[in-house]
């Protein structure tokens, strides 16, 4: 008969294994800030550090639930290899699938503003990948422009 072992040795592994990858990720995207020092960079609320290539100093509206957004963007490995390049989307915020850190990233962006994200794994394609290109624990370099907003609905 099979055994049920309730030691939580496997979570605990699993849990050991994550906090040294995140560490692993955290390093290796601080060594790209310190190794840029003319850029801005912000570390955002939600895990993830970006700093803006186009910056847009007006009170325009950002993208916010439902709004049906146009944008373009690449996407590269930590090393900066491309890995897909420069596409143009529609996309309905938050009601599409979109990997959680472009989506998060998006927010932060108001029409014609273009700013280069860096997501550690777990906020890109995790341990999953996309099923591409993209393998399994991947951090993410990825440049957006916000074309437009091209309606907003409540």
């Known amino acids: 008969m099979p055994e049920s072992v309730q030691s939580g040795s496997f979570l605990k592994a ?14 290796q995207i601080q060594d790209i800030i310190k190794s840029n020092p003319n850029k801005n960079y912000i570390a955002s609320e939600s895990g993830f550090w ?5 910056k847009i100093e007006s009170d325009t509206i950002q993208p916010q639930f439902g ?5 373009t963007y690449d996407v590269s490995n930590i090393e900066g290899d491309e890995i897909y390049a420069k596409t143009t989307k529609t996309y309905v915020m938050d009601k599409e699938e979109l990997f959680t850190g472009l989506r998060e990233g998006l927010k932060l962006l108001k029409p014609s503003e273009t ?30 422009t916000l074309n437009t907003i091209i309606e907003k609905n409540d």
């Open 50 to 54: 970006y700093y803006y290539n186009t």
């Open 115 to 144: 700013a280069t994200f860096i997501f550690p794994s777990q906020k890109a394609f995790g341990y999953y990948g996309d099923e591409y290109k993209i393998g399994t624990n991947i951090p993410l370099i990825c440049e957006v």
């Open 67 to 71: 709004s049906v957004i146009n944008f």
């Open 14 to 27: 699993s849990a050991e294994r994550n906090k040294k990858l995140n560490e692993h990720e955290r390093q």
